[in-house]
């Protein structure tokens, strides 16, 4: 039995985020992983059914003239039925991550001296800390805490809501967290339950700053965003207008090579870098305004 198709190529490392957006609108889900150290990348896209040749073709045409790249072989490869939650919960360890210690239900341990707990298991929505994007937000975070507090906390693309929840739980503020996928908002609103946090996490539909409950939300003080590089450039317009004076924001969800871009569009709209968090080949920024 199968569970689906699986597109796969292999591209040079500044070619990813082209071939991922270009991609992605005909799958359900991707992912990118090294597979020749500082060479070569794959990018995996997951399909319900087998695409037409003629609209994967186009969508790889597109990207490689983007990137400047010859256009790569694609592999279309079934999916064997698998329940991907209960694999993912049974490999999610116990994590660490600076203040934060991070573990599933099932975990029957004590957490560590000192350390704010949070309870999540994998699933549907993006998150549970052993990414490298959320290991260095979570990171980020524990940083931010030993200088200042924030009061206005944004987490934009919170998928699970670990960010928020780790926000909440630090300064004991209230969090809006946003997602564009409905279901995230969903996990992360029970997530907030299950950690005691719910009256302080509050999860809203919203595609970048498109709700209305954002926007009069604003400004924030601390703004989160672990998503794409691509849609990073593209909101870093508003994340300056939203971000109060003196504000932080921790950006994710970037490969090494994708930093100059974001850091030059969020340099145009007066936002510095301050640090970086490098796991993996994947960066986590915190910049200032």
Not at 8 to 28: G, R
Not at 38 to 46: A, P
Not at 229 to 248: F, Q
Request: with cysteine; charged share 15%.
């Amino acid at each position: 039995m199968q569970d689906g198709w699986k597109l796969q190529v292999v591209v040079p490392p500044h070619a990813v985020d082209a071939f991922s957006q270009a991609l992605a609108p005909l799958c359900v889900a991707m992912v990118a992983f090294e597979v020749a150290e500082g060479s070569l990348w794959r990018v995996e896209g997951y399909v319900p059914a087998q695409p037409p040749h003629a609209q994967v073709s186009a969508a790889l045409a597109i990207a490689a003239a983007r990137a400047g790249v010859a256009e790569p072989p694609v592999a279309c490869l079934p999916v064997p039925v698998v329940d991907w939650v209960a694999e993912n919960q049974r490999a999610f360890q116990p994590l660490r991550a600076g203040r934060y210690f991070v573990h599933p239900s099932h975990f029957d341990g004590a957490p560590p001296a000192g350390a704010i707990a949070l309870t999540l298991d994998a699933g549907a929505a993006f998150g549970t800390g052993e990414h490298a994007t959320t290991r260095g937000c979570l990171l980020a975070l524990d940083r931010l805490a030993r200088a200042r507090r924030f009061r206005q906390v944004l987490d934009l693309g919170c998928g699970s809501g670990i960010l928020a929840l780790a926000a909440a739980a630090t300064w004991r503020r209230p969090v809006l967290a946003a997602d564009i996928d409905p279901q995230a908002v969903m996990v992360a609103q029970a997530n907030a339950r299950r950690n005691g946090l719910g009256p302080l996490v509050r999860a809203q539909h919203s595609d970048g700053f498109a709700a209305r409950e954002l926007r009069r939300g604003a400004p924030y003080d601390l703004i989160m965003a672990n998503i794409l590089a691509g849609p990073l450039v593209a909101l870093s317009r508003e994340l300056r207008r939203y971000l109060a004076p003196g504000g932080a924001v921790v950006l994710s969800g970037l490969l090494a090579q994708q930093e100059n871009a974001v850091c030059a569009a969020c340099r145009r709209q007066g936002l510095r870098l301050v640090r970086r968090i490098a796991i993996d080949g994947w960066h986590t920024l915190v910049l200032g305004g």
